[in-house]
């Protein structure tokens, strides 16, 4: 048998793990609900039976997502936070490799289609009750349109218009993606309270960047600023807006950039996950 | 079956094991003794793979604990002090952890849970920490693996439980497999193990088969005043002196494992030098 990969041992791990924490997930996915109905309901009430309007759905799939998604990935590997369980966990007859594709399936994959399935479960109805709550408030109201069910995977920015990125949502989810992978690497680094030192983690690395960006690069360069993007820099001859001309970087290095932020991320801390977890002593 | 060579291990300020030796053969029961702190249970963690040696190495079947392969972790399961258990029915316990194992016995396991006195139908969940103990030491049996590493396995057991978990062992063991018990309740050992091994300050105080010690050491009960100032340890009890001596009459007796305990701990050279003649 394969001692870093078995397709047949991970099958039965996924099988146990789904064993084990089925009436946790399933409760989850009830409060996740709960919370949802709440939500949508609390704003029926407080905008007088107003329609939900397709921003109002995709900021409330995005915030739940990232908010739930973000404090899963948190305690995704639990696990190794106490003795007992780190002990049982690491000591199980899989691979490192099979124990964390099992959470990354559980904690990311599938926790994604699940929220997802549960947002429009919620949604649905809700969007419904609401645009026949507006129809029955105001009768007389003969051009309002009724609201739409977002679709959370397609939606242009500039509708009938092409921008620099057709599809916000798309990357919205990503960096989603991103922001969770660092999460589960926190579960794995803070044995206790990780989701709350994940974050100082991440604030303190936004607030070291921007001070980077600030204090020391900024002084470095001629007047002016980013142009459209990090690789394009406008450049103010003598101060005079009207003499201005852009520097920027060979255009691989901008794509080169993109795809990082969008596709490298998550996959770079995942593997960060894996040796911190093959390291793991307790 | 396991090799500790040089081992050096410590905790941030706290020293350890300071190169520590061991070699561990497959047929045998070891009693792992010593003081609280004196490293038992990091002796044991090490062995299993969950803490890594800072120096020296330790070989498992010829594996490297440290690595964790599947390999490796389905021929080693452990009984820790403190453990967890899933709140599962015993019968999804069986299910999911037997295909891990390939010697994992079915019938063995549901013996030993019938042994125990506890219901196959049951679920962990409603369970005491004495009854979860038992079904993992249950688990532990059943999945034969070739290592058995038991820390404090008697803790938490009731004292019907306790001479269960004796017999129990006692019929568990075959000269493919090798059970390490690290304890400081010695009487729980009793009739058990088939050697010592004291650990103190790190380092092995006293290695020796029960045969050997039988062989060498005498256990009585004396009244004779000469006869327990000679003796290589004594201690005063209700019914005269519990003492130990030197066997020189060749009859093997009966070992008080605690006295030995003490013997060894309060005067190991002398105890050591009778073995050494």
């Known amino acids: 048998m394969n001692q870093v990969f078995d397709f047949k041992r991970f099958t039965l791990l996924v099988a146990k793990h789904w064993n084990e924490n089925r009436k946790k997930y399933l409760l989850g996915l009830v409060a996740m609900a709960g919370l949802l109905f709440f939500w949508y309901g609390f704003m029926l009430i407080v905008d007088g039976g107003q329609r939900i309007f397709e921003n109002m759905q995709v900021m409330t799939y995005f915030f739940g997502l990232a908010l739930t998604g973000c404090f899963y990935g948190s305690i995704l590997f639990a696990e190794l936070s106490s003795g007992p369980k780190a002990m049982n966990y690491l000591i199980f007859p899989a691979s490192h490799l099979e124990k964390l594709v099992c959470g990354l399936l559980y904690g990311v994959v599938l926790f994604f289609i699940a929220y997802t399935l549960v947002f429009y479960i919620v949604d649905i109805p809700m969007v419904m009750l609401g645009n026949s709550l507006h129809k029955s408030n105001y009768p007389g109201e003969v051009v309002s349109k009724p609201a739409e069910i977002v679709n959370i995977f397609w939606k242009p920015l500039t509708e009938g218009r092409p921008g620099p990125n057709p599809n916000p949502h798309v990357l919205f989810i990503l960096m989603y993606f991103a922001v969770q992978s660092a999460?589960?690497?926190?579960?794995?680094?803070?044995?206790?309270?990780?989701?709350?030192?994940?974050?100082?983690?991440?604030?303190?690395?936004?607030?070291?960047?921007?001070?980077?960006?600030?204090?020391?690069?900024?002084?470095?360069?001629?007047?002016?600023?980013?142009?459209?993007?990090?690789?394009?820099?406008?450049?103010?001859?003598?101060?005079?807006?009207?003499?201005?001309?852009?520097?920027?970087?060979?255009?691989?290095?901008?794509?080169?950039?993109?795809?990082?932020?969008?596709?490298?991320?998550?996959?770079?801390?995942?593997?960060?996950?894996?040796?911190?977890?093959?390291?793991?002593?307790? | 079956m396991i090799s500790v060579q040089h081992l050096h291990f410590g905790y941030r300020k706290k020293p350890v094991f300071n190169d520590l030796s061991l070699e561990l053969q497959p047929g045998f029961i070891y009693g792992l003794l010593g003081k609280n702190g004196t490293g038992k249970s990091t002796l044991l963690r090490n062995i299993a793979g969950l803490l890594f040696p800072r120096e020296g190495q330790i070989r498992v079947l010829g594996l490297d604990p440290g690595n964790r392969t599947p390999a490796f972790l389905q021929e080693v399961f452990m009984v820790p002090e403190e453990f967890h258990m899933p709140d599962v029915p015993l019968e999804h316990l069986e299910k999911h952890y037997a295909p891990f194992y390939p010697r994992f016995n079915r019938e063995q396991f549901r013996k030993y849970i019938s042994e125990f006195n506890i219901p196959i139908e049951g679920s962990l969940q409603n369970m005491s920490y004495g009854q979860k103990?038992?079904?993992?030491?249950?688990?532990?049996?059943?999945?034969?693996?070739?290592?058995?590493?038991?820390?404090?396995?008697?803790?938490?057991?009731?004292?019907?439980?306790?001479?269960?978990?004796?017999?129990?062992?006692?019929?568990?063991?075959?000269?493919?497999?090798?059970?390490?018990?690290?304890?400081?309740?010695?009487?729980?050992?009793?009739?058990?193990?088939?050697?010592?091994?004291?650990?103190?300050?790190?380092?092995?105080?006293?290695?020796?088969?029960?045969?050997?010690?039988?062989?060498?050491?005498?256990?009585?009960?004396?009244?004779?005043?000469?006869?327990?100032?000679?003796?290589?340890?004594?201690?005063?009890?209700?019914?005269?002196?519990?003492?130990?001596?030197?066997?020189?009459?060749?009859?093997?007796?009966?070992?008080?494992?605690e006295l030995l305990y003490k013997a060894i701990v309060t005067n190991q050279a002398k105890v050591q030098s009778v073995f050494n003649a």
């Not at chain 1, 206790?192 to 100082?200: A, G, L, R, V």
């Not at chain 1, 060979?250 to 490298?264: S, V």
């Not at chain 2, 058990?192 to 105080?205: A, C, S």
């Not at chain 2, 209700?238 to 007796?253: D, K, M, P, V, W």
């Open chain 1, 183 to 282: 999460y589960i690497l926190g579960s794995v680094y803070f044995p206790k309270f990780s989701f709350i030192k994940t974050t100082i983690s991440l604030l303190l690395v936004a607030l070291l960047l921007s001070l980077y960006m600030g204090k020391i690069l900024q002084p470095m360069l001629p007047d002016g600023g980013h142009y459209q993007s990090f690789t394009s820099f406008r450049v103010f001859e003598n101060n005079d807006f009207n003499h201005q001309k852009i520097v920027s970087l060979p255009e691989w290095t901008t794509d080169t950039i993109a795809f990082l932020l969008k596709f490298a991320f998550a996959p770079i801390f995942w593997v960060v996950t894996y040796f911190r977890f093959k390291e793991k002593e307790v």
């Open chain 2, 133 to 257: 103990k038992k079904v993992l030491i249950s688990l532990g049996l059943a999945t034969n693996t070739s290592v058995l590493l038991m820390d404090e396995p008697t803790n938490g057991l009731d004292i019907m439980s306790k001479s269960q978990f004796r017999k129990v062992m006692a019929g568990a063991l075959n000269e493919n497999k090798c059970v390490i018990i690290s304890t400081h309740q010695v009487k729980d050992l009793e009739n058990l193990i088939d050697r010592i091994t004291i650990i103190d300050e790190g380092k092995i105080l006293f290695d020796q088969t029960i045969d050997n010690i039988s062989r060498k050491l005498s256990f009585q009960i004396s009244y004779d005043a000469e006869e327990i100032n000679a003796a290589i340890y004594h201690e005063s009890s209700l019914r005269g002196s519990a003492i130990i001596c030197a066997n020189t009459e060749g009859e093997e007796g009966k070992i008080d494992l």
